[in-house]
């Protein structure tokens, strides 16, 4: 079945790069997405990527896709305090009619 | 513009009574989604709705959850007989249409006591 991983944690010094990692499973995905979500807060759409891409870059954010190997990641460069929050990776079921979402990964920015 | 808007933000409601959870899409959006957000099972899809096709409701957990959407545009999510493991922020999202980016709203936390 579809099904998306994420580790859990993530911690770095404010300043650093971040990288937080997602494998997937449907290949069918057009396109693969990041989150953001703050303490009580809604999911935020960070950035997505089309399925034929293998990079894309928004400021400090650049998304690599390794559609061989399903394997998504996104760089947070010169990471801030204000950064941290929960990240999900998320791909589009196979009807298209859902986000399948994996866990989330915490990130922690300390300074 | 104005994004995804949920009413109400938190609900606290006592086992077995009925709740109803409201969500105003993006305007323009013909698609739209409820999620469930709990700690145990992390993001759950729910129900999905396009247009004026039948909804897709493979993810509701059972048949004391409800949901429509009246005239394309606002959707009420009902439960019935609250339990408490119903307890979780559920989560709207709206998109141009099927496949598209989805846009959140901010959820709504369900308490049943």
């Known amino acids: 079945g579809e099904d998306v991983e994420q580790s859990l944690f993530l911690s770095v010094r404010e300043g650093d790069s971040s990288v937080i990692n997602c494998t997937y499973t449907d290949s069918s995905s057009t396109y693969l997405y990041w989150y953001k979500q703050e303490p009580g807060a809604g999911l935020q759409l960070l950035t997505y990527i089309f399925s034929n891409m293998d990079m894309k870059q928004d400021q400090r954010l650049t998304v690599l896709l390794n559609k061989k190997d399903k394997h998504l990641s996104l760089r947070i460069a010169d990471t801030q305090t204000g950064d941290s929050a929960i990240y999900f990776c998320?791909?589009?079921?196979?009807?298209?009619?859902?986000?399948?979402f994996g866990k989330g990964t915490t990130l922690s920015v300390s300074s | 513009g104005a994004g995804v808007s949920q009413s109400p933000s938190n609900k606290v409601t006592e086992k077995g009574k009925d709740v109803e959870l409201r969500c105003d899409p993006i305007?323009?959006?013909?698609?739209l989604y409820w999620y469930r957000q709990s700690l145990g099972q992390g993001l759950e899809f729910l129900i999905y709705f396009q247009g004026n096709s039948a909804p897709d409701k493979s993810g509701l957990p059972s048949d004391r959850f409800s949901a429509e959407r009246t005239g394309g545009s606002v959707s009420t999510l009902t439960i019935q007989r609250t339990q408490q493991e119903d307890s979780a922020v559920y989560l709207c999202a709206s998109s141009l249409k099927r496949g598209y980016e989805q846009y959140f709203g901010p959820g709504t936390r369900l308490t049943v006591t």
């Open positions: 305007s323009g959006h013909t698609a």
């Open positions: 998320a791909e589009n079921s196979q009807a298209g009619t859902a986000l399948i």
